[in-house]
RNA sequence: GCGGACGUGGCGAAACUGGUAGACGCAAGGGACUUAAAAUCCCUCGACUUCGGUCAUGCGGGUUCGACCCCCGCCGUCCGCACCA
């Protein structure tokens, strides 16, 4: 028996080894096998892995792993989404090459993932800022652009004035720039789109067809698509003297039954409007800037206090030319959704009452419970879920009417009176894809100042970002690269400009799954290989991607499907959203932040290691490093081995929800993993022969019979639990079943011939279970077992449908449903003689205590309930 | 603000289609082995109990023979909001 302790130190890199030269993991693109394509959203080489990567990457191992012993060619590949912001802060604050920082960084966590020991095709690796990557992403711009799928065109953005760049929302805080400290300002550029919103309808209605994604998934992306039924219609408007004036109003609503209701107009600050009435009025210019500097994110405008300035002109309500509405510019409505203009309604929008409140506007109910018309509207707005119950007051010929039919009506006559049409609204916008910024996938156009926009000619692909930048000046460097910047016009060689914006980085990660499906084919995609791969079977990766990256790839794919460059339209068949690792957090006593490393335990609390003092420790929260509570994934694995960290990520709590990293935990994986290391070399001893006839003998022993019995029902919910990603589940069927195998091992019964051979069949079975899960332990126990190769390349074993059935079910006894007893019978006994025997029971005698039966409901082979009074 | 999700022992959780609430693990307590410690092994482990049971799945209602599960209304926590990836 092997006395010593595993060690992971020497297993672990010696297994890497042996998959690298057998070359395990590597695939080709043609086999007789059904294909199964499992992918993890690939990591931004931000520096070193995080917690979050193994656990997100030991998920798609196990499914890789698990796919292949089941038959399947599987790819798995492995790549880097590698242009973006922090390389260029780092080149800000370090001094060194975006491009350096990056391909260091890839370096770093190329090793550290595979120390992991994930079984990934290497062969396909690419970074997405290999111009051999992103060249082929021009050359589709390129195609898209004639496809009539790309445009240009004017919209906002958020700009630093100090720092001369655009900032993204989340370098907005407080309306300021988080490097400059200066107000943002909101500024127009003529930017690059994605027509995106041309799918609107497409991209809803197939989310239907996406039945393996989770269901909220597809309703965030239900919501952000946000179609609406609506309706458009135009007020005629007048000055303050009554006059009328020649443009029209256009708003659009949904909510046209409350048009009785309207007290005001509101529209955006960027109204054309407004900015008619900003020329000659301070109050409405200084208003347009105070809204400018709230920045773009939705979040931010939604959460201010609502404002706005009267404009002096005047909304004639349709249906009642003697009401006035008065027109605010508004902060709170937005210029990209709808006509950029709503009417007010106070009494039914909480939003429109606590504007009216503040501008001392009417504020008039028009939808009422039936019975309870006089309703007053205080500080609440009136919004009725249940439809059914209310209808229409104080609306003239609405009177009376359901919303819908009230509805219908407005919608009707305004169509009539040709002032209005019913519209359908998406409130998804066109993809803006056009980044300021040095650090991303140069976009292929060329600005003549004859031609217009021109394209890069393909064979000119790519256009390579040049490597001598500074980023010691405000502003892109592309910008005021004069050398790269300058070109002849490929249309009349006049002298022209490169485009110096670069691509959203959600532009390279729309594809590159495509891409390892041929990641070396001198086309962006190579058609076989692509319809051969894709869909990915299974795609899994965090909930933060729920709504943008997952909604661009599907666009991407559609967008690639017309150009020719994919056959699907759906990238990914099955998705799947795994849960963050969080940590506990500690504050020392003087309220700084402290690491895990540098606290310990001391009682039931926690003290500074180096001082003794005592550590306030708060709930988990997600890693972060500004909290302090991160662990690094290398010190673990050092520690502990790989597998240990494989094994504490999948067990206990359910992949998609938040896992706590516990040191304890981890200890009770090592431990787990010696206990195994222990069972294994005992039952190695073992001189018996596996064989069907000596299985058959063993299954005569009553012992022997339970435990293969064991070992069949865990190798049957093991491959169902890991097909439905239930790894926690899976994980608490092996212990059970090293359970009943170590329970076996100490009653003495080990002795006999039957015995050890039933143990010998569930080792064997116990290491090809967790093998997905522990590979490199999974290498050495095979070994120690005597099992020829490797076990990587084993075949899932099969259960015996035979072990599984029994003759005996165990009835659960209720007396008015609550639990009274348990009776075990035989399978196919009759209802009648079922209900006798619950009825003569000790313990349903016992709680009836005189009171008659009124009823026995019966569920075959699970529960007998006696209703009684 | 808008949208979404989640809530079960000391902790992570399980409970398959409305049918035994708490499998499995962690922590804790007790014991064995040991000169001792580590490691390992065994036992106990939701609360209360008159030992018959009773109460328990965030709170309050409802549907049902029966509800962690379905419905209605609250409370709490977390996430997303279009230039972070």
Redesign the pocket.
Known sequence: MSSERYNPKVSEPTWQKAWDMAGSFVTSNSSSKPKYYVLEMFP?PSGRIHMGHVRNYTMGDVIARYRKACGYDVLHPMGW?AF???AENAAMERKVHPGKWTYDNIATMRAQLKSMGLAIDWSREFATCDPSYYGHEQRMFIEFYRAGLVERKVSV??WDPVDQT??????VIDGKGWRSGAPVEKRE?A?WFLKISDFSEELLSALDTLTDWPE?VR??QR??I?KSEGLRFSFALEDAEGNLLDERLTVYTTRHDTIFGASFCAISADHELTRKAAEDSDLITAFRRECASLG????AI??AEKKGVPLAIYARHPFDPSRKLPVFAANFVLIGYGEGAVFGCPAHD??DLDFARKYGLDVIPVVARKGEENVEIGAVALIE?DQASVHLINSAFLNGMSVDEAKSEVARRLEEMGIGERTTNY???D??V???RYWGCPIPFIHCPSCGVVEVPLDQLPVVLPDDVTFDKPGNPLDRNEEWKSVSCPKCSQHAQRETDTF???IDSSWYFARFCSPHASEPVDLDAANYWMPVDQYIGG???A??HLLYSRFFARAMKITGHLGIEEPFKSLFTQGMVIHETYKSSSGEWLMPSQVSREGDGWVETSSGNPVLASPAE?MSKSKRNVIDPDDIIDKYGADTARWFML????PE????W?E??V??AW??V??IWRIIGEVAEFDVDVTAASLRAASGHPAALALRRVTHSTIASVGEDISAL?F??A??RL??LV?AI??SL?TGENAGTAMRVTQREAVSALVQLFAPMMPHLAEECWKVLGHEGLVCEAPWPAHDPALLASDEV?I?I?V?????G?LTVEKGLSREALEEACLNHD?VV??LNGMSVR?V?V?PG??V?I?AA
């Open positions: 931004y989404d973006g912001m922090p953005v958020n655009v900032l993204a929302n989340e370098q550029l930017q909220k309703l965030m919501n952000w946000g773009t994110s939705e979040e939604e959460r909480q939003r879920k409130r998804l916008r993809w803006g056009s980044r300021q959203d980085t959600f909930i933060e991607h709504i943008l997600k067990s206990d709590t359910p929800r938040d896992i706590e516990t304890a935990g200890l009770g431990r787990f010696q206990r239930r926690n589940r994980i608490a212990y059970e359970n170590a329970a100490s165990t659960v209720q008015n449903g609550k639990k009274r348990e313990s016992r709680s009823k409901i569920v699970k529960l309930n209703v």
